[in-house]
């Protein structure tokens, strides 16, 4: 195995249903990974919710759920399901709180492509 495999199983990731998804081509995960970490759906999240733009926060935080299910990224994915699922209910209080538990799980995925 390699040393991004075994970051990725540590962080919470299946690491089978994503050999399957991303048959079995490790770099293009990487590639993908590494695109994921480059996008600003983090920082749109944020902007929205300091806004208070339910909208705009549903559609950011909907991305990165997105992303981060079809990278089996198991925690940042449940951190922000949380989330999304608030602003489909059009709540936005508690918004703030919960980025930033989307934000550590966002920084433990960043620290994984380092390796």
């Known amino acids: ?25 490790e770099e293009f995960y990487r590639e993908c990974l590494d695109m994921f970490c480059d996008d600003n759906s983090l920082e749109q999240l944020k902007l929205a919710i300091d ?9 950011a935080a909907h991305t990165i759920k997105g992303i981060a299910g079809n990278l089996g990224l198991t925690p940042l994915f449940d951190a922000v399901s949380e989330l999304v699922e608030d602003l489909r209910a059009d709540k936005i209080e508690g918004a703030l709180k919960k980025y930033t538990n989307i934000e550590l799980e966002y920084e433990k995925v960043k620290a994984i492509t380092k390796i």
Do not use: H, P
């Open 51 to 59: 806004k208070g733009e339910i909208q705009e926060a549903f559609n």
């Open 1 to 25: 195995m390699s040393k991004l495999t075994d970051a990725l199983i540590e962080y919470g990731v299946d690491i089978e249903d994503v050999k399957k998804r991303f048959v079995e081509d």
